[in-house]
C-alpha cells in the first residue's frame, strides 16, 4: 500500500523567505510522485513531477523538489516566496505510471506569505 | 496542456432533487477520469474512478446508488447525487488521466438546502 505524509498542516513565512513544504511517502514499489497547488475554490494545477528521472525536479512559478530514497521524502521548496504563493499544497504518490493510476493525496499544507 | 473543464462551477439544490455535474476533457481523449470530494480544509478523497464503457469502481464507504457516474464517451464522464441531502454539501472535483498525469478540472461547489 503506498501513502503520503505532509509534515505541518499549515506553514507561514515571510515574503523574500525560503519556501519548504515536507512530504514523506511510503511505497512498495517505485513511486511516482507529484506536487499540486490549489487556490481557494479551484481545481488543482500540476507544479512538477518526479517519473523516476532527475531525482531534482524543477517545476512551475520557482518551485523544485528533490526525490530522496534514503529518506522517503519529496520535500517542495522555493527560493524566495511571493504573496501570490498563499495556496494549498498536495503532495501525492500514483500507484502505477499509466493512465488508470490513482492519486493518493497527503493532507495537504497551507502556505501563508506574510508581508 | 491539457484541459478538463466541470460544469456547473456552483449548484444549489433542494433536499430530495437530484443534481448532475458534467466532467469534459477538452482537448485529450482520456480513458479513465476520477471523482473526488473535498471538505473545507481538508485533503481530497476519491470517491470512484470512472473508466469509459464500462461500470465505475466506487471506494469504499462511497455508495454506489446515491453517486452514479456515467462514462459515455472518452471524453464525458458525469456524476449525479440522487436525492440530494445537507450533508451532501461539498466540493466535487473530477480529474482525466492524461499519458504521463491526472488533470484536474476547476471543481464544483455543490450547496443542498
Known amino acids: 500500500a503506498q501513502s503520503v505524509t505532509q509534515l505541518g498542516s499549515h506553514v507561514s513565512v515571510s515574503e523574500g523567505a525560503l519556501v519548504l513544504l515536507r512530504c514523506n511517502y511510503s511505497s512498495s514499489v517505485p513511486p511516482y510522485l507529484f506536487w499540486y497547488v490549489q487556490y481557494p475554490n479551484q481545481g488543482l494545477q500540476l507544479l512538477l513531477k518526479?517519473?523516476?528521472?532527475?531525482?531534482l525536479v524543477k517545476g512551475i512559478n520557482g518551485f523544485e523538489a528533490e526525490f530522496k530514497k534514503s529518506e522517503t521524502s519529496f520535500h517542495l521548496t522555493k527560493p524566495s516566496a511571493h504573496m501570490s504563493d498563499a495556496a494549498e499544497y498536495f503532495c501525492a504518490v500514483r500507484t502505477i505510471y499509466n493512465q488508470g493510476g490513482k492519486l493518493i493525496f497527503g493532507q495537504g499544507t497551507e502556505l501563508s506569505v506574510k508581508p | 496542456g491539457a484541459v478538463v473543464s466541470q460544469h456547473p462551477s456552483r449548484v444549489i439544490c433542494k433536499s430530495g432533487t437530484s443534481v448532475k455535474i458534467e466532467c469534459r476533457s477538452l482537448?485529450?481523449?482520456?480513458?479513465?477520469m476520477f471523482w473526488y470530494r473535498q471538505f473545507p480544509k481538508q485533503s481530497l478523497m476519491l470517491m470512484a474512478t470512472s473508466n469509459e464503457g464500462s461500470k465505475a469502481t466506487y471506494e469504499q464507504g462511497v455508495e454506489k446508488d446515491k453517486f452514479l457516474i456515467n462514462h459515455a464517451s472518452l471524453t464525458l464522464s458525469t456524476l449525479t447525487v440522487t436525492s440530494a441531502h445537507p450533508e451532501d454539501s461539498s466540493f466535487y472535483i473530477c480529474?482525466?488521466?492524461?499519458?504521463?498525469?491526472?488533470?484536474f478540472g476547476p471543481g464544483t461547489r455543490l450547496t443542498v438546502t
Open positions: 480529474s482525466a488521466s492524461g499519458r504521463e498525469e491526472q488533470y
Open positions: 482537448d485529450f481523449q482520456a480513458t479513465t
Open positions: 518526479y517519473t523516476s528521472a532527475a531525482t
